[in-house]
Structures are given as structure tokens and as C-alpha cells.
């Protein structure tokens, strides 16, 4: 007992969590995904506000509740604040609250990391939420289609606030996307081979990776988007050269698949939610599994069916009609699944089991009006008609929020420790689910009725009204349900909640006290899919000590790093404890993008530079720092390192998923060139010089050989020569300057006016993105010159220059692309 108690004491030493102002510098997972699921649900009670607003303006006819302009700026700011401010990152929000516990992990990987998308998140929400009460709101609608949105003169300053406004929360989707990810491929217990991962971390790692391919694109649209508000930059300019339509492919490609990055992980809850309740493992685990591989990879092949009535060719309405279709399969597959595994156990239906079977019900009637959609004929009737209003909201309502509640209903006992009301969780559902079905249900027949969105009244006598009437009823009596859940959350006394109430399988009810900040009390290995059901005396056996990391006698941090694919242990990896460096970051980067939005550009400048400063400080003290000793002992008999590089550390993973993202995004901008050449007879037009061969050639070998320089740096600092490796860093700082200032001298010396041709645009898009690049490689080429010589970059602990390694391999796929599309593609078109 008394070794039990002192291990005890080690961890809470190690863990502790300060009070009063620096309580905002602590970055344990547990808290920060506390912070960011409190601030999703406000930006959804604010965004529900605004909806409110809306069907009051909509109960009658020829309302005069709100003006024209308001109402487009309350529509725009509804639908912005739901998609990206909420149904995003509560996913995000609630993976980095429970997953630590799942995968029985102290922590995930980068809890600064995960602190810093937060606050990036919680700025960029304010800003952009913020902007409807100083009349600047965003007025195009959420999905901004020039060329009214590209216009200036008509949407005022509220366009720049939702473009720069969503790049910088776009920063936490992926920083966010980069820890998930990591988290459950390098974090999880001794035994839990990939194979016996909870269908929850399963969910996870897909939505990771569909937001690394989907997020980027946008990104991309952003900056062409951006580039010609700012700097009147053609690329949406059918006058010169551009194309509105660019746009609409760059923003549904990241658009459709986000409706699935918002319903996987609602349906993750379900696929923790039915076993538990139906006491029996999931039927068809491996179905399941593929059901939603295949579900996030088709949804990138659809986008354009949100594009049918722009004229498309024939075959392409086939084609994506038809993958339309096809997706209803494996997400079937998924509902049937579930179905199934109900109908083999004995349900107990409690308040999260009464929300998941009207998730099911909900999603599946929007599923049905989905295949209808998806016919491009009956598609040409009902577009941008209240019929799509109904249809999206069954959707993501049904297929997000409705799992999401049943959700906070059984998570609430893990994460606070006590128990919601039975009786006010009975009536919280029943006035949700009827209030959505008698405010969305009627929308279906407005719309076949004719009634389109957008408009912010109507005339009486057109069949509308007292259907529009029973909507607005509908919603109010949905607030009314959504009310109780928020009362009952917040409500003083609630009965304490036992350990594992709902006698579920899984690791994250091992916790016990919710206010011990290291999770659980020792890291077990695990057999089975289940093991609190299937491995005896588990519990006990965790909470003696018996497993990995019973105790924090060097009162560090510390998690385990285990193998990708068999989960055997690697590493015992010490995490960064309390620092405000993130939040510091977030605010000097975000007020870079802020003073963009308003033209103050040394401002700007010098906020970004601040920024960049802190985030080397940040990565100095508390990444990858070199430890006093080599290995500990990690419970179990078994002594790990304490320092891991390449491929065993998490950090070189975390480097690869990041550029993997960014590649992404700049072949989306290679996509965008492209793009053009279809729809112009002559790409690149004649009269127009492509960027100067020479410089071009000059500047791409100089960054290749910088590339070379790093190659070699890593090999000779494998064989231990560190004044060779600091003349070889030194070289490579050289070379990638000179190569970023040809590559951009190149277009300037042939006198490529970026606002002429939409052609000069894209040239000076790649470059300065390349060029860019070199930069950043740059930095840290200098971070691991400054390195070396203070010691922290030798034989044995070279995981900076590794990792420094691994982006210049993408950074030269980058230089030899852009080669490939400004120089060579010219001469074979």
C-alpha cells in the first residue's frame, strides 16, 4: 500500500494541474479537449441563435423582422459557424478528450500541439463569429461562389474575414487531424495490435486522413481566393483567362467529404454506444472497418454532384451520379451492422441508446432523400429548393448531432464523474427528435412547392406559409429540447457516477477519479477487443500497478510509444509540461491573418515573425530535448529508451502526415493550372512568355542540391563527423536562398504581370509557394545548424535532422514539380 501510495503521488506530481490565470498554460490532453468541446457547443448555440432568427424572419409571409442584408449575413454566418466552427471540431474536440483514455495512453504525442489548435481555433471563431455584431459579417453564403464573393465593391470586408478567418481555424484542423492520427498509431498499449483497436480509434484514424486530403484543397481555393481580393489576381476572372466554376470544384472536393469527416465520428460513438448496450461485442468488426475505409475513400469521388446544373457534360453527370449512389453502400453497411448487433444482444435502452436509435432513424429517412438527389434529373428540380435544406439538415443532424448527444449522455459519467437525469433525458429527446421532424419534415414540401433558398421573405398565397409557420414551430420546440440537455449538463448536485456505469468493454472506463489529470493509473497489455469484459481482473490489476508505468519516479510526463502495426513497446516518451507558448503562438500567428483581413501589412509582418519565433522556442524547450539518462524502466520487467528517431519516433510520423497535407494543398494548386488548359484552347496563350528557362533551371538545381547537401549531412552525421554535417547544413542554407530567389526572378525577369493573364497568376502562385517552401526549409536547416552546435544534434540524438531530412524530400518534389508544370508542360502543350 504504501509503494501504491508513493507511485501516487509521483504521477500527481508529475501531472499536476495549476490553478487560477495558469490553469490556460497547461496542456495535458484532458483539459484541452475539455476547453475545445465547451467552445464548439457555444459557437453551436450561437450559430442556433442565428437559425432561430431566421425561421422567426421565415414564420410569416412578408416579414420585416431583419433586412435583406442581415438576413444573407445570418445565413452565411448559420451555416459557416455550424460546418466549421462546430461540427468539425467537436469531433476533434471529444477524439482528444476520450481517445488518451481509450488507447489506455497517459497522454497523446503533442499536447502542446493539440493546445495550440485550440487556441488558433478559439480566435479564429471569435473573429469570424464576432464580426456579425459590427454589421461586417460574411453575406455570400457559406460556400462563397464568386464572382459575387471575389467582388469587393459588394460583400465589403466580410469576405476577407471568412476567408483569412477559416484558414487560420483550418491550421487547427490539421494540427488537430496530425495528433489524432499519430496518437492512435504510435500511443496505443502494449498487444493492441491494429486489428483489436476500438471501432472508435478505427473511425478516427479515417477522418484523420480524409481531413488531410480535404482540408488542404480548400486551403488552396483560399489563397487563389485571396490573392484576388487582395491583389486583383484573375483567377475566377472569365475577362482574363479565370473561371468562377474553378472554385466550385476546389470547394466541393473539400465540401463532400467534410459531410463525411462530420458523420464518421458520430457514427464512431454509435460503435461504441450499441455493444455496450446490447452487452456483446460488434458483429462484423472487419465489415464495419472496410464499411468506413470505402466510405471515406468514395466520398472524394462525388463532389461535383452539388454541381449538376452548372452545365456539366453528360458523362460526368453518370459518373458522379452513379458514385453517388454507390456510397449509400458502405455506409449502409454500417447501419446494418449496427442492426444487427442489436438485434443479437439484449438492449437495455437508456438515454444514449434512446439518441442513437433516433440517430439511425433520422439519418436513414436523409439517406433515402440523398439517393434522390443524387439522380441528376430529379436533382435539376429540387436544387437550391428548401427540398436540399430538409435533406442536408436529416443528414448531418441525424448522422452528427443526434449520435453526438447520445454521446454526452455516456461519456458524461467518464469525464465529469456523475450522472445526467433519466427523466430529463427523456424529455431532452423527445422534444429534440419531434421538434426537428416538425421543423424539417415540412421543408421538403416547400421546396417541391418551389420555394428556394436564401430568400429572406416571401409573398402570401403561394402555398408557403403555414408550412414555414409548423417550421419555425418545430425549431423553437427543438431549442426547448436542446435547453433541458444544457440545463442538466450544468446543473449543481448530480448524483456521483459508479466506475463504468454501463458495464462497458473498453479501456477508457478504466479511469477512475476524472480529477486524476494522468488518466490511468498503469498501462496494460491488452488480448482482446474488449478486455474489461474479457481479461480477467483487469481493473484491479491496473489500478495496483501491475502493468507499464506505474509510477513518475523522475516526476516526468511520460507515455508510452508503442509499434504501428503490433503495438509492441518502443519508447517511454516524455511529453512537454505547462507552457503558454502555444497560446502565445496563436495569437501572434493568428494576429497575422487578422491584420491581413484589414491591409495592415507591416503589422501583419511583424506578427507573423513573432509568431514564428515563439513556435522555435516552443519546439527548442519542449520537443525532442535530449534526456539526462538513456533508458528507464517501464514496468514489467522491461527497460525502454527514453529517445527514439525516424521512423520509430513519433515525430518523424507527425512530420510525414503534416507534408502529406501540404502536398495536398499544392497539388491542388497544380490541379488549378491544369484546370485551366482544359477549358482554353491555348494554354499558356501565345502572346504571353513563360518564366525565364534559365533562372527557372538555376534556381530548381540550386534547391535540388540542397536536398543533396542535406542527404549528406544525415549520412556523415551518422558516422559521427559533426564539423562536416555544420559545413554541410551551412551549404544547404545557401543553396535553397539562391534557389528561392531565382525561382522567383524567373516569371519577374520575363515580365509576367500576375493581374494580366490568369496563366502569369498561376506561374507566380507555384513559385511563390515554392520559393516559400525553400524558406521554411531554411529555418530549419538553421534550427538544426543552432542544434549542432549546442550539443542537441549528435550521432545518437538526431532526430531533428531526420525529421528536417524527411521535409526536404517533399520539398523537393515540390521544386521538381513546379519545374515540370512552368517549364516543361508549356513545351509539350
Not at 481517445?99 to 497523446?108: E, G, K, N, T, V
Not at 502494449?190 to 480535404?214: K, S
Not at 520509430?648 to 512530420?655: E, H, L, P, Q, R
Request: with cysteine; hydrophobic share 55%; aromatic share 14%.
Amino acid at each position: 500500500m504504501d509503494r501504491r501510495l508513493r507511485q501516487e503521488e509521483e504521477l500527481r506530481a508529475a501531472w499536476e494541474i495549476p490553478g487560477g490565470w495558469r490553469y490556460f498554460s497547461n496542456v495535458n490532453n484532458q483539459v484541452v479537449g475539455l476547453w475545445y468541446t465547451g467552445a464548439s457547443f457555444f459557437f453551436f448555440l450561437f450559430a442556433g441563435v442565428l437559425a432561430l432568427i431566421m425561421r422567426t424572419q421565415l414564420a410569416l409571409p412578408n416579414n420585416d423582422l431583419v433586412s435583406a442584408g442581415t438576413y444573407n449575413q445570418l445565413y452565411t454566418l448559420h451555416g459557416t459557424m455550424m460546418m466549421f466552427l462546430f461540427a468539425v471540431p467537436i469531433f476533434e474536440a471529444v477524439a482528444i478528450l476520450i481517445l488518451p483514455q481509450m488507447l489506455a495512453a497517459r497522454d497523446l504525442p503533442f499536447p502542446r500541439l493539440s493546445a495550440f489548435g485550440f487556441w488558433c481555433f478559439l480566435i479564429g471563431g471569435v473573429f469570424v463569429a464576432g464580426s456579425i455584431f459590427f454589421d461586417a459579417a460574411p453575406d455570400s453564403g457559406w460556400f462563397m461562389y464568386p464572382p459575387l464573393a471575389t467582388d469587393t465593391k459588394q460583400t465589403g470586408i466580410g469576405a476577407d474575414i471568412w476567408l483569412l478567418g477559416l484558414s487560420f481555424i483550418e491550421v487547427a484542423s490539421i494540427a488537430a487531424a496530425v495528433e489524432l492520427i499519430v496518437g492512435v498509431l504510435k500511443c496505443r498499449p502494449p498487444g493492441m495490435r491494429i486489428n483489436l483497436m476500438p471501432l472508435y480509434c478505427w473511425y478516427v484514424l479515417i477522418v484523420g486522413g480524409m481531413i488531410l486530403f480535404a482540408f488542404p484543397p480548400l486551403i488552396a481555393g483560399d489563397i487563389l481566393f485571396e490573392m484576388q481580393r487582395l491583389f486583383d489576381w484573375p483567377f475566377f476572372d472569365p475577362a482574363r483567362g479565370g473561371d468562377p466554376v474553378l472554385w466550385q470544384h476546389l470547394f466541393w472536393i473539400f465540401g463532400h467529404p467534410e459531410v463525411y469527416i462530420i458523420f464518421l465520428p458520430s457514427i464512431a460513438l454509435l460503435a461504441m454506444i450499441v455493444p455496450t448496450f446490447a452487452q456483446r461485442p460488434i458483429l462484423g468488426y472487419g465489415w464495419i472497418v472496410l464499411a468506413a475505409v470505402g466510405t471515406g475513400f468514395l466520398s472524394f469521388g462525388l463532389w461535383a454532384h452539388h454541381m449538376f446544373t452548372i452545365g456539366l457534360p453528360a458523362l460526368s453527370l453518370g459518373f458522379f451520379s452513379a458514385a453517388s449512389e454507390v456510397v449509400a453502400i458502405p455506409t449502409g453497411v454500417q447501419i446494418f451492422v449496427f442492426v444487427a448487433t442489436l438485434l443479437a444482444g439484449r438492449v437495455i435502452f437508456s438515454i444514449p441508446m434512446l439518441f442513437a436509435t433516433g440517430a439511425l432513424a433520422i439519418f436513414v429517412f436523409g439517406g433515402l432523400t440523398g439517393v434522390m438527389v443524387a439522380l441528376a434529373p430529379f436533382d435539376w428540380q429540387a436544387h437550391d429548393s428548401y427540398f436540399i435544406v430538409a435533406h442536408l439538415h436529416y443528414t448531418l443532424i441525424g448522422g452528427m448531432f443526434f449520435p453526438l448527444i447520445a454521446g454526452v449522455y455516456y461519456f458524461h459519467p467518464f469525464v465529469v464523474g456523475t450522472m445526467l437525469s433519466e427523466r430529463l433525458g427523456r424529455w431532452s429527446f423527445w422534444l429534440t427528435f419531434s421538434g426537428f421532424n416538425i421543423a424539417f419534415l415540412p421543408m421538403h414540401i416547400t421546396g417541391l412547392r418551389g420555394m428556394p433558398r436564401r430568400i429572406f421573405t416571401y409573398p402570401d398565397g403561394l402555398g408557403w406559409d403555414w408550412l414555414n409557420l409548423v417550421s419555425t414551430l418545430g425549431a423553437f420546440t427543438m431549442v426547448a429540447g436542446v435547453a433541458i440537455l444544457i440545463l442538466d449538463v450544468l446543473r449543481p448536485g448530480k448524483p456521483r457516477a459508479p466506475r463504468n456505469p454501463w458495464n462497458a468493454g473498453t479501456l477508457e472506463w478504466v479511469a477512475g477519479d476524472p480529477t486524476e489529470p494522468w488518466g490511468i493509473r498503469s498501462v496494460p497489455p491488452v488480448s482482446s477487443r474488449y478486455p474489461l469484459w474479457d481479461q480477467p481482473n483487469l481493473l484491479r490489476d491496473i489500478d495496483e500497478g501491475r502493468f507499464y508505468l506505474p509510477g513518475s519516479p523522475d516526476q516526468r510526463r511520460e507515455t508510452m510509444v508503442t509499434d504501428v502495426l503490433d503495438a509492441t513497446p518502443q519508447q517511454v516518451l516524455r511529453v512537454p509540461g505547462n507552457s503558454f507558448l502555444p497560446m502565445a503562438a496563436a495569437i501572434f500567428i493568428g494576429g497575422s491573418f487578422i491584420a491581413t483581413t484589414f491591409h495592415w501589412w507591416s503589422a501583419a509582418l511583424a506578427s507573423g515573425i513573432v509568431g514564428i519565433g515563439i513556435i522555435l522556442i516552443w519546439l527548442w524547450t519542449g520537443t525532442a530535448v535530449v534526456p539526462e539518462k538513456e533508458t528507464t524502466d517501464a514496468g514489467m520487467g522491461e527497460t525502454l529508451p527514453l529517445y527514439a528517431s525516424g521512423s520509430a519516433s513519433v515525430g518523424w510520423w507527425a512530420m510525414f502526415i503534416t507534408m502529406v497535407g501540404d502536398g495536398t494543398a499544392f497539388l491542388s494548386l497544380v490541379f488549378a493550372y491544369f484546370y485551366y488548359w482544359t477549358i482554353h484552347p491555348a494554354f499558356p496563350p501565345a502572346a504571353l512568355m513563360p518564366p525565364d528557362t534559365l533562372l527557372t533551371l538555376a534556381g530548381s538545381g540550386a534547391a535540388l542540391l540542397g536536398w543533396a547537401a542535406m542527404l549528406a549531412a544525415r549520412r556523415l552525421n551518422a558516422a559521427d563527423r559533426p564539423p562536416m554535417v555544420r559545413a554541410l547544413l551551412s551549404l544547404a542554407i545557401a543553396l535553397a536562398l539562391i534557389g528561392a530567389g531565382l525561382l522567383i526572378a524567373a516569371p519577374w525577369r520575363s515580365a509576367l504581370s500576375p493581374t494580366a493573364h490568369v496563366y502569369a497568376a498561376m506561374v507566380w502562385i507555384l513559385v511563390i509557394w515554392t520559393a516559400l517552401h525553400l524558406v521554411v526549409g531554411v529555418l530549419m536547416q538553421s534550427y538544426c545548424l543552432a542544434g549542432s552546435y549546442a550539443g542537441r544534434l549528435s550521432r545518437r540524438h538526431e532526430i531533428d535532422l531526420r525529421n528536417v531530412v524527411l521535409y526536404w524530400h517533399f520539398a523537393a518534389l515540390t521544386v521538381a514539380t513546379t519545374l515540370a508544370v512552368v517549364v516543361l508542360a508549356p513545351l509539350a502543350m
